[in-house]
């Protein structure tokens, strides 16, 4: 039925308005103060021929009864209204997608898989120092529950919140919507920088698993070259495209897994299970240990700043994760099984590149070659991950309008364009260090961050518990407590063993932070650069604690 007289319905938390004027017949909708007209024909009645609006609200009655607009289509997108839910608060999430929806470049399910996978692991270069510092059972161990521990938390807490907030910034809009603007940017800055420092480990193991073969490449001018060359090359893959990115992480995946189930085969003749239960606590280096188990474990929460590049996130991103948790702790504890049980334990040998070492003893130089390869293939695919994600993150930050608008720039393939070179030159920068300096820098700031993520995350479900969330872990309010309580506790761990240095450089990094965010604050305020929040994302008042569309 199209009414025959003036009629208006208003909301007003979300400022909505219908208006059907006789004569004119004219649809006007306004939310959060932004109207958009579309006139109608008089021969298909006004509400018929507006596509921005759903066939519920055609009749008075609808109009008049429901309190919220369902299912209404702003420029391609849809919101949920903010109302009243059994005397809560409810919080609208953008339900549907930014106009880049149908984009032929959105990530399918099979990419992100690998993407994730190689955001966490890549593959088990990088593992052999547990067996160093602990001995093989404390390595195979710590591989089993650390998982449990850290992993399947950050895991569902990434899946919650990255389909709350489908959008590239990530988790600096939790964050931001939890606890601020001032400690969003905080939490962008402090995870940019841990990822950066992260993706120059990368060339450094690439090198050290071909330094065995090929020497030069130890140390010198030769070995700056290839560490230039390298960043290059990949940072070239990102520009060209994230399905591009995410498709070659299927193939390399798939390529640096399947030496492993070779030399897995390979070793079956000579494993001896009495070999794994070897175990020294009185000699265990527990700063090692720890450090390298959490690095190898953690960064499932950099997909976030990609979740606006996936293809229906809100069903996507939930089994990526899943997937991905199964693949990452099969692909680290399978090579450590047949390394540590396969061969005579010497802990000084293992080291980075030590698989390598094992292969040739197994089946000689051609699969220690192999492996080389796999290893080569897996730290290229680590690399265009976590350059990804790093750059999407500055450019969610822009379209949020905490750095300036130049960073939201793209490509013409779709990638950000700024964000890939200043993530390129902070590794190109950081390379020199070495790699325990490397894990250990980033693992501290890393801490620091999801010290931030796990608070906005139970305070989200305090403050709204009856927002939108496609994927929800049970469990309540309660529940999410209990959930951040192991991972928090290892985190208190994790940052107890750390040496003076690192966290003098580490605590050094977050004052910068402190400081950049009141001055983009000033050269916002003085117009010295251009910021801007993108029209197609949802507004977030931090002054109220809502979120409002």
């Known amino acids: ?80 209204p903010m109302g009243n839910y059994n005397d809560a608060e409810y919080i609208g999430i953008n339900e549907v997608v930014s106009p880049r929806a149908n984009d032929p470049r959105k990530l399918s399910l099979l990419p992100l898989v690998f993407l994730i996978f190689y955001e966490v692991a890549g593959g088990p270069f990088g593992v052999e120092d547990t067996v160093q510092a602990a001995g093989p059972l404390l390595a195979l161990v710590g591989f089993l529950v650390f998982p449990i521990i850290w992993s399947v938390p950050e895991a ?50 690439f090198l050290d698993y071909l330094k065995s073969g090929i020497p030069a ?71 090692l240990y720890l450090n390298t188990l959490f690095w190898n474990l953690n960064y499932w929460d950099s997909i976030s700043t990609l979740v606006g590049e996936v293809h229906n996130p809100k069903k996507t991103l939930p089994k990526a994760l899943f997937y991905a948790v199964i693949l990452v702790v099969l692909s680290y504890f399978f090579p450590l099984l047949v390394g540590t049980g396969a061969v005579p334990l010497e802990r000084d040998l293992w080291t980075d590149g030590y698989f ?37 993150q500055l450019l969610g930050m822009a379209e949020r309008g905490m750095l300036p608008e130049f960073f939201a720039k793209r490509s013409r393939y779709g990638t950000p364009l700024v964000g890939i070179l200043f993530s390129a030159s902070g590794v190109i920068l950081l390379s020199w260090m070495s790699f325990q300096e490397i894990v250990a820098a980033e693992n501290f700031l890393y801490c620091f961050g999801m010290i931030l993520e796990f608070i906005a995350f ?66 916002e305020k003085n117009r010295w650069l251009k910021f801007s929040i993108s029209s197609d994302l949802p507004d977030i008042h931090h002054d109220t604690g809502a979120l409002l569309h």
């Open 217 to 287: 490449l130890g140390g010198g001018l030769p070995r700056v070259i290839a560490v230039l060359g390298i960043t290059l090359v990949l940072t070239y893959m990102n520009y060209r495209g994230l399905t591009i990115v995410g498709w070659v992480a299927v193939m390399l995946g798939i390529l640096s897994i399947l030496p492993f189930v070779v030399m897995g085969f390979i070793s079956i003749p000579k494993l001896r299970p009495a070999r794994w239960l070897v175990a020294d606590v009185h000699n265990v280096d527990w700063n």
């Open 356 to 392: 390598s070492d094992i292969a040739k003893i197994l089946g000689g130089v051609w699969l220690r070659w192999w492996i080389q390869g796999a290893a080569a293939l897996s730290n290229m695919g680590t690399f265009v991950a976590e350059m990804s994600s790093d750059s999407f």
């Open 1 to 80: 039925m199209v009414p025959t007289s003036s009629e208006t319905v208003q909301n007003s938390k979300t400022k909505s308005s219908i208006e059907v004027p006789n004569t004119q017949q004219k649809v006007e909708i306004s939310i959060s103060e932004k109207k958009i007209s579309a006139p109608s024909s008089p021969a298909n009645g006004a509400i018929a021929q507006t596509e921005t609006l759903s066939a519920s609200a055609a009749t008075d009655k609808s109009l008049q009864n429901s309190q919220n607009v369902d299912d209404q289509k702003v420029r391609g997108e849809a919101t949920i």
């Open 458 to 523: 139970v305070r989200l479900r305090i403050k709204f518990p009856n927002a939108s969330r496609p994927f929800k872990i049970p469990g309540g309010t309660v529940g999410a407590i209990l959930l951040c309580i192991p991972p928090t506790i290892l985190i208190g761990v994790v940052l107890a063993f750390s040496s003076v240095k690192v966290m003098i450089i580490s605590l050094a990094a977050v004052a910068i932070g402190l400081v950049m965010q009141p001055c983009l604050k000033r050269i």
């Open 156 to 205: 569902l807490i990434t899946a919650e919140l990255g389909t709350m907030f489908p959008e590239n910034s990530g988790y600096v809009v939790w964050v931001s919507s939890a606890l601020g603007p001032f400690w969003g940017f905080q939490q962008g800055w402090v995870k940019w920088l841990s990822g950066v420092i992260d993706n120059a480990l990368y060339p450094v193991l």
